[in-house]
């Protein structure tokens, strides 16, 4: 059956894909002046810091229970922590496109871990050969004549990177399935706040918590960016959306977002993505859609 969407969250997934798809271009402008560490440690606890603050405002406050708060670090590092460190680190040897390219991979690779890990969620031969076509996009992109140096080569080795982020993204998405607390505020302010916590331990440790001596306004607006807008506010439409909308409408947004990345890419960084990188885009798109076709009723 066919629903129609309102304007509203036609226009709430606009936002959402313009937040998640320029993610890519500000980290790209932030590597001018800040390390990988710095960007996804400032990113998460400036959006941290902003969600804590509306739910101690607007919300029921913080909520209480190891149960709750074990979750929440589970989810910040797989959903926050790591794949920002990956991201950030990758984009400092392939363009921004590129990234956005990989991370359409993370619903197929949800599609995979379900199959193990949730009841109900069987791989059937339309989403095998739908994961297979989107890595066959993968060995295209990373280059099948590089595989065998693949370590020895910087640009390869952060394709690996970005592939171990959308990994992770996908082991928060089947986290999400268990989450203790349905308060959408509490959860993005919950995981964000035990983000920060872990990610402000790791810069400590790595000497890397106060910000460089030339900094340029550039890089500095770009991390306040990512923070107030590609995480803070993206966090915030996501869950909206994510409540009134369904999934299906959500999923959406993996088709649109790599898009924005590459064409953000190339207008304002100037990026020209060789042969090989627009057909991977397809051949993952493709996969994806792939998986989400409905078999016809009889």
């Known amino acids: 059956m066919n629903r129609k969407h309102p304007a509203s969250h036609w226009v709430a997934l606009l936002a959402l894909v313009l937040l998640w798809g320029s993610a890519f271009l500000f980290v790209s402008i932030a590597l001018g002046s800040f390390s990988a560490l710095q960007i996804a440690g400032s990113r998460i606890i400036i959006a941290g810091a902003v969600l804590v603050a509306l739910c101690l405002a607007f919300g029921p406050g913080l909520p209480g229970g190891r149960r709750q708060w074990a979750y929440f670090l589970a989810m910040g590092i797989t959903g926050n922590c790591l794949p920002f460190l990956l991201i950030a680190w990758g984009q400092q040897h392939v363009p921004s496109g590129e990234a ?32 297979l076509l989107g890595f066959v996009g993968v060995v295209v992109l990373i280059g099948p004549q590089h595989l065998g140096g693949l370590l020895a080569q910087e640009a390869q080795l952060a394709r690996v990177a970005l592939l171990g982020a959308t990994i992770s993204y996908a082991t928060a998405g089947i986290l999400a399935q268990y989450q203790p607390n349905r308060d959408m505020l509490q959860s993005a302010a919950g995981t964000l706040l035990t983000a920060s916590a872990v990610m402000l331990v790791l810069m400590v440790w790595a000497g890397e918590l106060t910000p460089p001596v030339a900094l ?67 051949l993952i798109l493709g996969g994806l859609a792939l998986c989400q076709q409905r078999a016809r009723l009889p």
């Open 100 to 131: 956005g390219i990989l991370m359409a991979l993370v619903p197929l690779l949800v599609m995979v871990l379900a199959h193990f890990l949730l009841p109900g969620e069987r791989l059937t031969r339309r989403r095998t050969a739908g994961f």
């Open 216 to 282: 340029t306004p550039g890089p500095w607006w770009a991390v306040v960016t990512l923070g107030l807008m590609c995480t803070a506010a993206a966090n915030l439409v996501f869950f909206w959306l994510a409540h009134r909308s369904g999934a299906p409408f959500l999923s959406l947004s993996n088709y649109l977002v790599p898009c924005v990345a590459v064409g953000l890419g190339a207008v304002f960084a100037g990026e020209r993505l060789p042969a090989d990188a627009w057909l991977a885009l397809v």
